[in-house]
């Protein structure tokens, strides 16, 4: 067990970011920038369009 710990703390170490990455990356929960307009479109088309077929699949008896 101990040759496990041993080589997690070695991958951590190698694998670490330097504390200017840490610092410079927001923290969770703060706003970060808005996606494109595309990219948020798509989405929003693409879950539409995935209720609708769902909801007709299930109109029909298909789910």
Known sequence: MGELNEAVARFRARTAEP???RVARPAVG???PRPPFAVR???EVAAAV???V???LRVVGGV
């Open 41 to 43: 479109r798509v989405a």
């Open 50 to 52: 995935a209720l609708v």
């Open 30 to 32: 703060v706003d970060r």
């Open 54 to 56: 769902l909801v007709a």
């Open 19 to 21: 504390a200017a990455v």
